[in-house]
């Protein structure tokens, strides 16, 4: 494949308008129904500095959105009070390096009166928050100033500094303290309130860093005075993929996967009835399971966050269905062990919902009528349709049919040429039914010959491709096809949305079905007519590229062109460096210090692309950023040295690599 295979370019698609683009995205309702806060943030800076822009909207007002603050500082992570009147929010606005929370009055001329909530607050700044359900109080993580002081350059690699506290702020007086009786040596990876407004719910991890996440995790509740004792409610395998939250029904939720232990598995809902046993002075409980058999719980958010005398708790799941969205209310009633009931209150339609932008949650408007509100940043290949706010209400069990567009970001992808994108079905070569996504060039015809092909393959493993439509700059597909080349992008075993036994597949390791899933789609595309099996490309980013890199090693001259992204060429070596090394050894299903494990593995089969270099003949462009954690520079450049001493010689002059200077992953 050359360039002359295909056109230029076009405006529409262009890298230059893709790098200026936006991300609308942390969507929230206020108590009362009648508002939306969310931010709009450029995905890259030009600078060392970060902006971000909070818009509000009217929920039954289409076109409605509006700034209400001026972009000029990082505002970030807005709520509404539980009166409805006032947002807080995060900002770099003050004249300190971390971040303050700000409070913001809000009504139908916009912005108020801003204040600064923690002006007493140290240097180093908030880094989550939550209002307590009363209003009273907000509860956030920080670092300690002098934290960091240090008299020498040379770091104890596993030395715990930089461990976030838990601190309470006042929110009409002011003040600001640490609960002295959680556990200094311990790091606060996520919190909540309990609905009585007095008590926190919280859990500690060993150290900050996300290794870390994959040990164990103590779950502990503490009173808000300053002198009180914690108790610990539970512990976890490894951290969820939720906040824990402690319902006014009495129930505990949180997200983690389908088997606790897995690192690579479906995400499933565990609903936990906490029993106190006060002669060892702790909490034993049951726990049991919603979803994950067939479909995946991804996201979760507490549907009735406000202060009330109801022992009714309610929380809304993003629950991801093959290639579609849900958005399920699940009411628990106190007393009741038995499955909550449940609805779905949102679904998508030939659309998808931008990653985890949304909030859905029980209203009550000022003569005391309820219902419930869904808000969702929805874009559409299908219908040509870019992120944008979108919002909708109904009744207790009943799904929105009707969502009305709040806000008109992104406009230049509107004016962009028309991409066509459908979903097709297949079967793998072991009869396993598999889906994915095709994108077609502008003003593409049936008729037209055969055209160059690229297959595009998601990250994760743990993501999927649905129906959405949004470039960026680990997403080149939209930009690939307005190049004049078909794009199709597989759902391979390990993706999300097909519950456990799908998900889980990743455990065999690299290469064994996600590889071959990815093929057959080429091979699909190929016998359907629509691909030129001597005009194939291959690319991806982060696992994507590690994919890419696991073909064209494999396949040897299939692939005419390959894009490898932050990808991995050395497993064994991404165990040793990573951030994130039981993700890795999961994927490669190779530890080097676990002789017992590795005379397991069968045969001689070969664990990393970097084994299989020789004789490739596909140009392999290789991009990674000089400061990436999760997949170290040195797996790039490594590919790079492999393939310009084994490779065959058509392989060996198109190797190239690019590595951008301090960036990091994504």
Known sequence: MTLDDAP?????????????????????????????????????????????????????VSNSAKPVTDGLFNDRAAVFHPD???????????????????SLEVGNEGGGRLIDVTANLGQKGAQAFEISPD??????????????????????????????????????????????????????????????????????RDNKGVEYAEGNIIVERISVDRSEVPRIIDSYERSPSSPTLWLPSGHIVELQSFEPRNTLDARTLFIHDPTYDSTHDRYSQSAR???????????????????????????????????????????????????????????????????????ARRVTDEDGNSSYVAAVVLSSGERHQPPNIWAGRSQLGATIHEMRQLSSHLQWLKDAPIIRTERIVWKADDGMELDGMVRYPPGYEKDVRPLPTVLFIHGGPYRRDIMDYMPYFCNWREMLASAGYLVVSPNYRGSQGRGHDFAHAANLGIGM??????????????????????????A?????????????????????????????????????????????????????????????VVGNRRLSPIHSVIDVTTAVLILHGEKDERVPVGQGIGLWRGLRRKAAQRGREGARLVVYPREPHG
């Open 513 to 538: 079905r996600d590889w071959p899933d990815c093929e057959s789609m080429v091979d699909e595309v190929i016998r359907l007519g629509l691909a030129d099996p001597d005009r194939l490309a291959v």
């Open 135 to 204: 209003g009273a109080s907000v509860a956030f993580t920080c670092v300690d100033d002098g934290e960091h002081l240090k008299t020498t350059d040379a770091r104890l690699y596993h030395e715990k500094t930089g461990l976030s506290k838990l601190k309470i702020c006042d929110i009409q007086s002011g003040d600001i303290w640490t609960i002295d009786g959680i556990r200094k040596d311990k790091h606060v990876e996520s919190f909540s309130w309990l609905p009585n407004s007095k008590e926190l719910l919280y859990r500690l």
């Open 84 to 102: 409805g009147g006032r947002i807080y929010f995060l900002s770099n606005r003050h004249n300190g390096k971390g971040a303050h929370i700000f």
């Open 8 to 60: 230029a370019l076009t405006p529409g698609h262009s890298p230059s308008l893709i790098a200026a683009t936006e991300k609308v995205r942390d969507v929230k309702i206020s108590p009362n129904g009648k508002y939306i806060i969310y931010q709009v943030q450029p995905f890259y800076k030009s600078s060392n500095k970060s902006t971000s822009r909070l818009w509000l909207a009217e929920t039954d």
């Open 540 to 600: 991806g980013w982060s696992h994507g590229g590690s994919l890419a890199a696991w073909g064209v090693t494999q396949t040897k001259t299939r692939f005419k062109a390959a894009v490898v992204g932050a990808g991995v060429s050395n497993w064994e070596g991404m165990v040793m460096e990573s951030g994130s090394p039981e993700l890795e050894a999961a994927i490669g299903q190779r530890v080097p210090w676990d002789e017992e494990a590795n005379a397991k």
């Open 289 to 359: 399971r919603l979803y994950g058999q067939k479909d995946d719980a991804v996201r979760m958010v507490n549907a009735r966050p406000t202060a009330d005398d109801s022992e009714v708790g309610e929380v809304a799941i993003e629950v991801s269905v093959g290639v579609d969205t849900n958005i399920d209310i699940a009411r628990f009633k106190s007393g009741k062990s038995d499955s909550p009931e449940i609805f779905t209150l949102f679904k998508t339609n030939a659309d998808a919902v931008w990653f985890g932008a949304w909030d």
